[in-house]
C-alpha cells in the first residue's frame, strides 16, 4: 500500500475525549438516542434512523450494522422510498469498503448512484462519483480513479440555477487531494504535487483549520521527496513540525512529519539526524499505545543500523520490532485500546475507516520484512539457531502475506472485471429513465446482452495480455542465454585455465587456489544469472570483481581496477541480471588490450532517487578506434554482446514502470584526442 494513501483530505481536529470517530464526507450520530427513538417509528421516518444507524455503527459494529442495513433496505423498498433505498445502498457500500470486500462495495455504490441520478439530487451525485473513485483506489484501480475523481470534480465546480455551484471548496480540497494521491503510484508525481499544491492553496487561502493545513503541508514535502527536489521536501516537512501543538490529533500528524524527515536524512546520508527522528518517533508511538507505527518506527531504525554494519543495534531494533508484531497479532489491533482508533496517525482514519483486510496486510507485511532481516542479522553474526528460527518465522509470514496477496490480487481483477459492466449500467439507467416501464424492462434484456458481450471481451482481453506479458518473459530469458554464451568466450576460459595452470607448474599453489576459487564462483554466477531474471547488487558486484581478477591473469600489469559502491544503496536490492558485465568486457577487449599504456578500469554503483546509476569506465583507445582495429585483425568476427544487451533493454522496459536508460559516452582529452569510453546505465531499484 502506498506510503500516503488518499491522505490529501480534509481533516477535522480530533482529541481524545471524542466519543465517536468523526468523517468529513459522511455524517454519524450518537446511536444511543438514535436507538432509545426507533420503537416508536414507522414508515419512513423509521428507514432514516436505521440508515443513520448504520452510518454510525459499521466501523465500530459490523455484524450488527449489517442487520440494521437488511432491515433499512426492507422497508425501503416495501414503502418505495427512493431516498431510504439510496441510503441503504450507500451504507452497504460503507460497510463492504470497511471489510475490504471492494467489487460488493462497488455494486452498492453504484445502485446508490443511479437511484441518486433519477432523483436529481446532484451533490450526493457528486458524493457518489467520488466514494466510487476512492474504493477504486483502495483496489489498486487508479486509472479508474483518476476517472471518477474528475467527474466528481466536474460536477462540484456545476453552477446551480439559484446560486453557486453543486460543491463548495472543501469539496474541491478532497477532490484535489484524491486526484493527486492516485497520481502517486502511476509514478506521475510532477501531476501529484500541482493538485497537492492547489488544495493546500484553497486550505490557506479560506484559513481552515490548522490539522487539515498541516496534513497538507508534509504531503507536499513528502511528494517533493518523491520527485527528488530534496530542499523543498525539507521545507515543507519543517513547515509541517512549526505548526503549535494544539491537541493529541496535530503531534499525531506532526509525528508523521517526522518519521518523513528521517526517511529524508537517511536518504541524503544524515545518519545521525534519521536516527535521531526515528527515536523521537518510536517513543512517541510506543508510549502512546500507537503499535503499528511504533513497530514501523523501529524497523525504520533496524534498516539505518543495518546498512551501517551495525548489527548488535539492527538486531536490537528488529527484536523491538518482533516485540510490537506480537502484541498487534494478540490484540488483533494496532492501539492499547479502542479510543486510540479516534486520533489521526494514518490520515485516513479522519477520512473513512481504514478497511480491516488493507490493515491486516500492512502488518503481515511489516512483519515478513522484520523476521526477514533478523535472519540475515543471524545469518551474518554466524548464529546458527537463531538464523534457523527466524528463517522459519520468515517463512511462515511470507506463506500468511503470499495467502493475503492472493486474496488481495483476485480482489482487484475482480474490480477491474466488474467496473465496466457497474458503469453501463448506470449510463443505462440515467438514459432511459423518463422511458415507459415496458421499454425499460426491453432495454434491459439488451443491456445483459452487451454487460455479457463486454464480459467476454474483457476475457479475452486478459488472455491476450497474459500471453503477450509470457511472450516478453520468454524473449527475455533467450536474450539472457545468447549473453551468457557470447561471454564465456573459449580464449576467455582457456587463458584462465592456462594461468592456474602456470601457477601450479611454479609450485606457487595459494595463488593457484586463489584464483581456481575465483575462476569457479564466477562461473557459478553466471549459471545462476542464466537462469534467474534479479539478482542482488551484492552478487552482481562479486561477479564483476571475479570476472576482472580472472582477465587480469590473461592481461599481466596491462591495467588496474576498481569496483565501488554507494553506501546509500541498500545491497540487498535487486536488478535484472547480466547487466554490467558485456561493457566491462568490452571495456578490456576493445579499450584496454591494444592500448599501448597502463590501462585502468573502473566500475562504479550509485544510488539516484530511486535508481542505482551504473558508471564503467575506461582509459582505452576509444570505440572509434577499437573498430578500426577490429576490422584489420578479424574481419570475420562480429562482436553481439552490446547489441544484444541494447536489445535485451528494449524487452525488458516493456514490463517495467520505470524504464532501464542506457548511454555510451566518447571520452576525450584536453587536446580533443579519445582517452576512452564511459557507459552509464540507470536501473530502476527492484
Known sequence: MPARIFICILFLSVSLHIPAQKFITFQTWDTDSLLSVLPGQLAEERVLTLNRLVASLFFRDCPRSLKYADSAMALAKQLNYEEGLAGAFRNYGHIYFYLGNYPESLNSYFEALSVYERMGRLYDVMMGYYEIAKTHF???????????????????????????????????????????????PLGMHAEALKYDLEALELLNRHHYPAIERLVFTWVVGVTYLEIGKYDSAKMFLYKALAFPDEGIGITAQKFRARIWLAIFYSLTGETDSALLYGRGSFEWYNDNG????AMTASSFLGSLYYRMNDLDHAEKWYLESERIFREVLARDSWYRDDSLKNIPVYGFELYWPLPLSDMKYMTWDEGERMYRNLFRI????????????????????????????????????????????????????????????????????????????????????????????????????????????????????FNSLSGIHHFILHE?????????????????????????????????????????????????????????????????????????????ENAIEHGIKDNSGRGFVSVRFMRKNWMVRIEVEDNGIGRAKARELSLEQDKGHQSLSTSIIQERIRSLNKTLKKKITLDIVDLENEKGKPSGTKVILEVPLQ
Not at 290 to 293: G, H, P
Open 378 to 493: 543471524y545469518q551474518k553474526k554466524k548464529n546458527t539457531s537463531e538464523s534457523l528460527r527466524y528463517h522459519i518465522l520468515y517463512a511462515n509470514a511470507g506463506d500468511s502475506l503470499q495467502k493475503l496477496r492472493k486474496q488481495r490480487e483476485t480482489m482487484e481483477m475482480q474490480v477491474r472485471y466488474e467496473s465496466e459492466q457497474n458503469e453501463r449500467q448506470i449510463e443505462f439507467l440515467s438514459a432511459e429513465n423518463e422511458m415507459k416501464e415496458f421499454k425499460l424492462r426491453q432495454t434491459r434484456v439488451f443491456l445483459f446482452g452487451l454487460a455479457g458481450l463486454a464480459a467476454l471481451i474483457i476475457l479475452l482481453a486478459v488472455v491476450l495480455v497474459r500471453q503477450y506479458r509470457l511472450k516478453e518473459r520468454q524473449n527475455s530469458l533467450v536474450l539472457q542465454q545468447k549473453l551468457f554464451r557470447s561471454q564465456m568466450n573459449p580464449h576467455f576460459i
Open 138 to 184: 483502495m483496489a489498486g484501480n487508479y486509472q479508474a480513479t483518476l476517472r471518477y475523481g474528475f467527474r466528481a470534480m466536474e460536477l462540484c465546480r456545476t453552477p446551480l440555477k439559484e446560486r453557486g455551484t453543486v460543491g463548495g471548496v472543501r469539496d474541491s480540497v478532497t477532490f484535489f487531494g484524491g486526484i493527486g494521491e492516485a497520481y502517486t
Open 290 to 293: 500507537f503499535f503499528f507505527w
Open 508 to 584: 606457487q599453489p595459494s595463488k593457484a587456489a586463489s584464483y581456481l576459487s575465483r575462476f569457479s564462483k564466477l562461473i557459478r554466477s553466471i549459471l545462476h544469472s542464466s537462469v534467474e531474471e534479479y539478482i542482488s547488487l551484492d552478487e552482481e558486484r562479486a561477479t564483476i570483481e571475479n570476472y576482472l581478477e580472472l582477465q587480469k591473469i590473461r592481461f599481466p600489469d596491462k591495467f588496474d581496477f576498481t569496483v565501488e559502491m554507494d553506501e546509500m544503496l541498500d545491497p540487498e536490492n535487486t536488478i535484472p541480471c547480466m547487466l554490467t558485465q558485456p561493457f566491462v
